[in-house]
């Protein structure tokens, strides 16, 4: 190798976004399966791209505007598409029922490549009300199954990074995860300006590419997997019982993490009630073409994720997940409120901002969302602790888009709408102040919240 081709690399590697995503940073346990993982996501993302809840709201609402469906079931199936990832939530035990005893990393995989599958059937619904319907079914279908991937990716984390790197993984997957998610997206919003039906086109391609993550995946190793999976079998109360009273007993057997999941839900309902009013807006206010209402809603708080990012990172690795929360959740308020004046003022340039703002909040969400339980979960309860926390969000989700819905078609007869995004700003600053008075009781009691090592 030349002088200054060695030369070359050294700096490359020297630069901090390099160094972020080395693996000599890691322990030699761990790099096996960073390395074949961090390769996964730079393609499983795609597939996602299409059906997330903001740019596949902005797709319903625009292409099937002249389906012969009215503006209110129009509106309401852009609140289904929203909701769609949230609702799936509710399946999360059965997921982690399903995958009790079993090995997960081939589990994973299955349920990536029916998500797949079902991103690629959209491309043959027609453009008509059952065109319609049947999209929102399978994108819910999708995300019902990517929802397993998610509840039992956080065990195979657990297994393979130890506690003090696992916020810093979480937090280069996800900067992959939003990069790719934001190109795919973007090439939905550019196509579908090129051609409202290159929808047909661009699911299936999408889909074909991204299941080239799912092959690579089927390589990650999970360590210690032949130990964990006989504490699952043998554990009394364990996931092979999940059902929605498990809810009910964990909780009560858990007061920290109950209180955490109370102002969760709180907090939760505020940012959940933004997208599908947001998508509805965008197209009927201020007209925006697929592209900049994808670049509002998907894009832009993609793009942002990667920056801020290690910032977050950086204060999960070495905080309690509600001492993190107590912080992290006002970047939400601030980019709620920034969405309220946007929407008074009818200004795309403003709606860019809110969406660089949630990116922020985003960012720190993701990470959180991921790995946050386990500062309370026991090592062999790890996927009831996350089908618990997800179960939870999938029941505001269900609530939520439809609560905005009615609640923007309500203000429409006064000209209010824009005072939807004030209601969310609202709940989202209750619940922030729920999580700082939580960190407040936590520090004068620190025995009655105890973050776990494993």
């Known amino acids: 190798m030349s002088p200054v081709t060695t030369n070359l690399l050294r700096g490359i590697s020297a630069l901090p976004v390099v160094r972020n995503f080395h693996p000599h940073r890691f322990p030699a346990f761990s790099r096996p399966a960073y390395l074949r993982e961090l390769l996964s996501w730079a393609f499983l993302p795609l597939f996602l791209g299409a059906i997330e809840g903001g740019a596949l709201g902005v797709v319903v609402k625009k292409a099937f505007a002249d389906s012969g469906v009215s503006a209110l079931e129009l509106n309401f199936a852009v609140a289904v598409v929203s909701a769609a990832p949230n609702v799936a939530n509710l399946t999360s035990f059965a997921w982690a029922a399903l995958a009790r005893g079993r090995p997960k990393v081939p589990f994973i995989a299955t349920l990536q490549t029916i998500t797949a599958v079902c991103v690629a059937l959209i491309a043959a619904m027609p453009e008509n009300r059952m065109g319609l319907w049947g999209l929102c079914a399978l994108a819910t279908i999708a995300r019902v199954t990517w929802t397993g991937v998610i509840t039992l990716r956080a065990a195979v984390w657990r297994a393979n990074y130890p506690r003090e790197w696992r916020a810093h993984i979480a937090g280069n997957m996800a900067t992959v995860q939003a990069l790719v998610l934001a190109l795919s997206s973007w090439i939905l919003g550019v196509g579908m300006d090129l051609s409202p039906r290159s929808f047909h086109i661009i699911f299936p391609a999408l889909a074909l590419v991204g299941i080239v993550g799912n092959v690579l995946w089927r390589r990650v190793p999970m360590r210690g997997q032949t130990a964990a999976l006989r504490a699952e079998r043998e554990e009394t109360v364990g996931a092979s019982r999940f059902n929605p009273a498990t809810i009910v007993h964990t909780l009560r057997d858990d007061p920290p993490y109950a209180h955490f999941m109370l102002w969760m839900s709180i907090f939760g309902l505020g940012n959940l ?182």
């Open 273 to 454: 009630m933004i997208g599908a009013p947001q998508a509805i807006m965008l197209e009927d206010e201020l007209h925006a073409t697929y592209t900049q209402g994808i670049l509002a809603t998907t894009v832009i708080p993609l793009l942002v994720m990667p920056i801020a990012i290690p910032f977050w990172a950086r204060r999960l690795g070495r905080k309690h997940v509600v001492d993190f929360r107590a912080t992290h959740a006002w970047s939400f308020v601030l980019a709620t409120a920034v969405l309220f004046v946007a929407s008074l003022m009818h200004s795309m340039p403003l709606f860019y901002v809110a969406g660089a703002l949630l990116g922020v909040g985003f960012a720190g969400g993701s990470l959180a969302w991921n790995i946050g339980h386990q500062d309370f979960a026991p090592p062999e309860r790890d996927a009831e602790y996350m089908a618990v926390h997800v179960t939870l969000n999938g029941i505001r989700g269900l609530a939520a888009p439809f609560l905005a819905v009615g609640l923007y078609e309500g203000l429409k007869a006064w000209n209010l709408t824009p005072w939807t995004f004030f209601v969310c700003t609202v709940v989202n600053a209750v619940g922030a102040w729920g999580f700082v008075e939580l960190r407040k009781r936590r520090r004068s009691r620190p025995a009655t919240l105890v973050a776990t090592t494993g």
